[in-house]
Structures are given as structure tokens and as C-alpha cells.
């Protein structure tokens, strides 16, 4: 099983970016696929996740400017993120879970600064 992202970078506040994450070896329609975040110091947090059905929640502090959804016809999921602001900061991890598994990305740095 593999969940690669990409799509990290240096960007200025209110900027925008998209990260994708393209997963190999399960079946992604039948798993919830998730962003979380870890920033300096911080603990691990769920951004947004999307489920099997395509329902999707985010935390609060991103709702509004963050956009998570999937295409299962790629095996990928998205994170559009706009409005960016220097707490955001952190290494972006992709997930994908069930009942019965759940597998991590590698992460993917996205840095806000000016």
C-alpha cells in the first residue's frame, strides 16, 4: 500500500495551494481518505476528511478556505487550500481508513511565510 502526496511548498500568506495524495494497493472507494497536519511542537490533527460516500467535515479552523475531495477514478485525493495563513504551517499527512485498516502518507511540508 502506497499514499503518496505532493503539492507542498513555500507560499505567502493568503495564497493558495493544492495538495494531492494518489494511493495504490487498496480499494479507495471503500476507504475514508483524510488530511491531517502536524506543526512545529504541535500534535498530529485532522484537517478534513472525506468519506466513502463523500461526506466531508473540517476542522474548524480551516473551514471556509480549505476544500477536501477525492476522485476515485484517479485514487486520489485533494486538499485545495486557499487564504493561507502562517498557522498552517506544518507536514501535510494523507490517510485513508476503515473498519478493519488505515494507512499514512509520508507528509508533505507546507510552509507560510512571507
Known amino acids: 500500500v502506497q499514499l503518496v502526496e505532493s503539492g507542498g511548498g513555500l507560499v505567502q500568506p493568503g495564497g493558495s495551494l493544492r495538495l494531492s495524495c494518489a494511493a495504490s494497493?487498496?480499494?479507495?472507494?471503500?476507504?475514508?481518505m483524510g488530511w491531517y497536519r502536524q506543526g512545529p511542537g504541535k500534535q498530529r490533527e485532522l484537517v478534513a476528511i472525506v468519506t466513502d460516500a463523500g461526506n466531508t467535515n473540517y476542522a474548524d479552523s480551516v473551514k471556509g478556505r480549505f476544500t477536501i475531495s477525492r476522485d476515485n477514478a484517479k485514487n486520489t485525493v485533494y486538499l485545495q487550500m486557499n487564504s493561507l495563513k502562517p498557522e498552517d504551517t506544518a507536514v501535510y499527512y494523507c490517510h485513508a481508513g476503515n473498519l478493519f485498516r488505515q494507512y499514512w502518507g509520508q507528509g508533505t511540508q507546507v510552509t507560510v511565510s512571507s
Open positions: 494497493g487498496i480499494i479507495f472507494n471503500s476507504y475514508a
